[in-house]
């Protein structure tokens, strides 16, 4: 059996992201879960706000290419979503508008995303944990026809969450991170069987 080959990423540009951190730790778990797992930073990839009529008359950045290729040949995906007033970050749902995009009249509809399984977790500085931003995730992920699996991870607090090494501090929520990563992983075989 083939591994499940996942991709992973923070919704965040900082440098010094809890999101981007807590991506790093997902995808160590999906690796030790058995997954191949490719880990990038939406910092790598500087998009320009989507517009349709630059699109039509420029064609699609060299950044959103490279990104739609590592979303189309990934199964998965574990986004960790910070939380901006209450909602996913302009840069994160950017990047999920300029992936969506076509790249011919004849590509299937969400070719990036329809069909694939997804895992949603995040770090945020205020009590919630950035629970509202994933609630709104999820529906977004629904839309586009990915299967969000049941659970999140949300992590309060986060500049206390994390080590000078970047490990969580608290041993139950990188628990979490494991169970659910490992919940994706077991979801994306059953899925290729």
Do not use: C
Request: hydrophobic content about 40%; glycine content about 8%; proline content about 4%.
């Amino acid at each position: 059996m083939s591994k499940p080959r996942i991709l992973v990423f923070g919704g965040s540009l900082r440098l010094e992201s809890y999101n981007q951190k807590l991506a790093a730790l997902a995808a160590e778990s999906a690796h030790q879960a058995g997954a191949e797992v490719t880990l990038i930073s939406l910092r790598d990839y500087r998009l320009p706000l989507f517009d349709e009529d630059d699109e039509e008359a420029e064609g699609k950045p060299e950044g959103a290419k490279k990104l739609k290729e590592l979303f189309v040949r990934s199964d998965g995906f574990i986004i960790a979503s910070p939380e901006y007033n209450s909602g996913i970050t302009g840069v994160l749902k950017n990047t999920i508008d300029w992936v969506s995009r076509a790249d011919s009249d004849d590509e299937p509809p969400l070719l990036a995303f329809k069909g694939k399984a997804a895992a949603i977790i995040a770090a945020s500085p205020g009590g919630y944990g950035g629970a509202r931003s994933l609630a709104q995730l999820r529906i977004l992920l629904g839309n586009i026809r990915v299967e969000v699996i049941d659970g999140e991870v949300t992590i309060p607090k986060a500049y206390e969450a994390f080590t000078a090494d970047d490990r969580l501090t608290d041993g139950a929520q990188m628990a979490a991170v494991e169970q659910l990563v490992g919940r994706l992983v077991d979801q994306l075989r059953k899925t290729e069987a």
